[in-house]
């Protein structure tokens, strides 16, 4: 009996790992880097689980070159990371001086990596907004101010680094800034409606208002960088969303309509960007508290990204009922009908080990806007990891387990189902600041003693190593 053809992956995919500047870099005031509106936040009491925040991270702005050795050591053909905006505007604003510092360090990071035969995949914007901004205007809030501001910025980025960058993502994740940030308080700046949590904020109007200012951000630097800049630097540019496959609690359908629902308001930015318009469920439930653009603003929206930049991690089963307006009111749970989970548990609560999720949502994805779709982030946080000793953390039997699964799906889809994926990043590279989880919450391949900073490959990490370089997922 013949021997199956290797199923490889295909000749220009991206294999890599992603991070995100806050969440690694450390160094909050060296070399002229300005405030993010995470840096005083992350000092509130209670704002981080365990009561830390990102001064030091994983230390990776001084311990860059060790990074960089690791990657290499890895084998990965691409590295995706963030540029701090207040490292290149210490303010933030157009009319605010650049930090010549910011420019150099990236740039010796893009050129390091290039020599190491790996590809920069670059995110201009992953939740850190400069606080003078916050400060000065409201930043989000304020669409007409954020949208100069921001597109200044991503120029200069594109002045400075585009002649070796040729894959950028504009924001990454609308929803988690609009819903944790305006919405539930969560995230900074940490503005919701409950008193308890914060003393200003409009849950029932920020959420949407920031939303519409990022996506309009977003769109205004695509349109900068395919008009002056794509001519000569050639790259691909898009912004990434977050969002988890929805699927029926059972064959109600009551809940097969939930579903969609769910995917309404967890990925509806998709639709403003690729098709021109909001979900009609999203304009149904919020009626005119949700803004619109005007025609000429649309023209400048629509097909503002040139791929699917995806971010997901697990599956929801939904039921109708739900009473939280950013879920689209839909109850999620992982519990099946007849009392069984959908898959293992993370330490996150709002993450289970479902690998045919990921299937599905890259095939509904696939089939509803017709792009290449780059996966950016995808992993999981191995449950009580933090509380164990180190040569238990480096065995992280179900971290590998979930890569197995999700890996089998990718490579399916692209052979079975002729998606075109064209990357694949699991988060993370390192373990690092979890935002609201601080450093009790572990995604990295890499485990971080952050007594230390030493870093010490997972189990994971090697499993993913030889996938890559076998080009078969098993």
Same mark, same amino acid.
């Given at each position: 009996?013949?021997?199956?053809?290797?199923?490889?992956?295909?000749?220009?995919?991206?294999?890599?790992?992603?991070?995100?500047?806050?969440?690694?870099?450390?160094?909050?005031?060296?070399?002229?880097?300005?405030?993010?509106?995470?840096?005083?936040?992350?000092?509130?009491?209670?704002?981080?689980?365990?009561?830390?925040?990102?001064?030091?991270?994983?230390?990776?702005?001084?311990?860059?070159?060790?990074?960089?050795?690791?990657?290499?050591?890895?084998?990965?053909?691409?590295?995706?990371?963030?540029?701090?905006?207040?490292?290149?505007?210490?303010?933030?604003?157009?009319?605010?001086?650049?930090?010549?510092?910011?420019?150099?360090?990236?740039?010796?990071?893009?050129?390091?990596?290039?020599?190491?035969?790996?590809?920069? %995949?670059?995110?201009?914007?992953?939740?850190?907004?400069?606080?003078?901004?916050?400060?000065?205007?409201?930043?989000?809030?304020?669409?007409?101010?954020?949208?100069?501001?921001?597109?200044?910025?991503?120029?200069?980025?594109?002045?400075?680094?585009?002649?070796?960058?040729?894959?950028?993502?504009?924001?990454?994740?609308?929803?988690?800034?609009?819903?944790?940030?305006?919405?539930?308080?969560?995230?900074?700046?940490?503005?919701?409606?409950?008193?308890?949590?914060?003393?200003?904020?409009?849950?029932?109007?920020?959420?949407?208002?920031?939303?519409?200012?990022?996506?309009?951000?977003?769109?205004?630097?695509?349109?900068?960088?395919?008009?002056?800049?794509?001519?000569?630097?050639?790259?691909?540019?898009?912004?990434?969303?977050?969002?988890?496959?929805?699927?029926?609690?059972?064959?109600?359908?009551?809940?097969?309509?939930?579903?969609?629902?769910?995917?309404?308001?967890?990925?509806?930015?998709?639709?403003?960007?690729?098709?021109?318009?909001?979900?009609?469920?999203?304009?149904?439930?919020?009626?005119?508290?949700?803004?619109?653009?005007?025609?000429?603003?649309?023209?400048?929206?629509?097909?503002?990204?040139?791929?699917?930049?995806?971010?997901?991690?697990?599956?929801?089963?939904?039921?109708?009922?739900?009473?939280?307006?950013?879920?689209?009111?839909?109850?999620?749970?992982?519990?099946?009908?007849?009392?069984?989970?959908?898959?293992?548990?993370?330490?996150?609560?709002?993450?289970?080990?479902?690998?045919?999720?990921?299937?599905?949502?890259?095939?509904?994805?696939?089939?509803?806007?017709?792009?290449?779709?780059?996966?950016?982030?995808?992993?999981?946080?191995?449950?009580?990891?933090?509380?164990?000793?180190?040569?238990?953390?480096?065995?992280?039997?179900?971290?590998?387990?979930?890569?197995?699964?999700?890996?089998?799906?990718?490579?399916?889809?692209?052979?079975?189902?002729?998606?075109?994926?064209?990357?694949?990043?699991?988060?993370?590279?390192?373990?690092?600041?979890?935002?609201?989880?601080?450093?009790?919450?572990? %995604?990295?391949?890499?485990?971080?003693?952050?007594?230390?900073?030493?870093?010490?490959?997972?189990?994971?990490?090697?499993?993913?190593?030889?996938?890559?370089?076998?080009?078969?997922?098993?």
């Amino acid at each position: 009996m013949a021997t199956p053809p290797i199923r490889k992956l295909p000749k220009n995919f991206l294999w890599g790992f992603a991070t995100a500047s806050f969440q690694i870099e450390g160094s909050s005031d060296v070399d002229g880097r300005g405030k993010s509106i995470w840096d005083d936040f992350a000092k509130i009491p209670g704002k981080t689980l365990d009561g830390k925040n990102g001064d030091v991270a994983t230390d990776s702005y001084r311990l860059w070159k060790e990074d960089l050795a690791l990657l290499a050591d890895y084998g990965v053909k691409a590295y995706r990371f963030s540029i701090s905006w207040s490292r290149i505007i210490p303010l933030g604003g157009r009319d605010d001086p650049v930090n010549p510092k910011g420019i150099e360090f990236y740039s010796k990071l893009i050129d390091a990596l290039l020599e190491n035969g790996i590809t920069p %995949f670059v995110t201009l914007y992953h939740w850190d907004l400069p606080q003078a901004l916050h400060d000065r205007y409201g930043g989000w809030l304020n669409k007409d101010e954020i949208v100069k501001d921001y597109v200044n910025y991503t120029r200069i980025c594109f002045e400075a680094f585009g002649d070796r960058v040729k894959h950028w993502l504009t924001i990454n994740e609308p929803w988690c800034v609009a819903i944790l940030g305006y919405g539930r308080g969560v995230f900074a700046p940490g503005r919701s409606s409950d008193r308890e949590r914060s003393p200003e904020g409009d849950s029932s109007t920020e959420p949407w208002i920031v939303g519409h200012s990022i996506i309009f951000a977003h769109a205004n630097a695509v349109k900068l960088y395919r008009e002056q800049f794509k001519p000569t630097q050639k790259g691909q540019i898009g912004i990434t969303l977050n969002g988890d496959w929805a699927m029926p609690y059972d064959d109600n359908l009551e809940n097969v309509d939930a579903a969609q629902h769910a995917l309404d308001f967890a990925i509806g930015t998709s639709d403003s960007i690729h098709l021109g318009h909001y979900p009609p469920y999203m304009r149904e439930v919020l009626g005119n508290r949700m803004p619109d653009f005007t025609a000429d603003e649309w023209a400048i929206v629509k097909g503002s990204s040139d791929f699917y930049g995806m971010n997901t991690y697990t599956t929801n089963l939904c039921r109708a009922g739900g009473d939280d307006e950013f879920q689209g009111n839909v109850d999620y749970t992982f519990t099946r009908p007849d009392g069984t989970q959908l898959g293992t548990q993370a330490h996150s609560a709002w993450l289970q080990d479902y690998p045919e999720g990921f299937r599905h949502l890259l095939n509904y994805l696939w089939k509803r806007y017709k792009l290449p779709i780059f996966v950016t982030e995808n992993g999981f946080s191995v449950k009580g990891e933090n509380d164990m000793p180190l040569e238990q953390v480096l065995k992280d039997n179900d971290r590998i387990h979930y890569f197995q699964g999700t890996t089998a799906s990718l490579i399916n889809t692209i052979h079975d189902d002729g998606v075109d994926i064209r990357s694949y990043f699991p988060w993370s590279f390192l373990d690092n600041f979890e935002w609201a989880d601080g450093y009790s919450t572990r %995604f990295g391949v890499t485990y971080v003693d952050y007594e230390t900073q030493k870093r010490y490959p997972k189990d994971s990490a090697k499993w993913l190593i030889k996938v890559r370089f076998c080009s078969e997922i098993f």
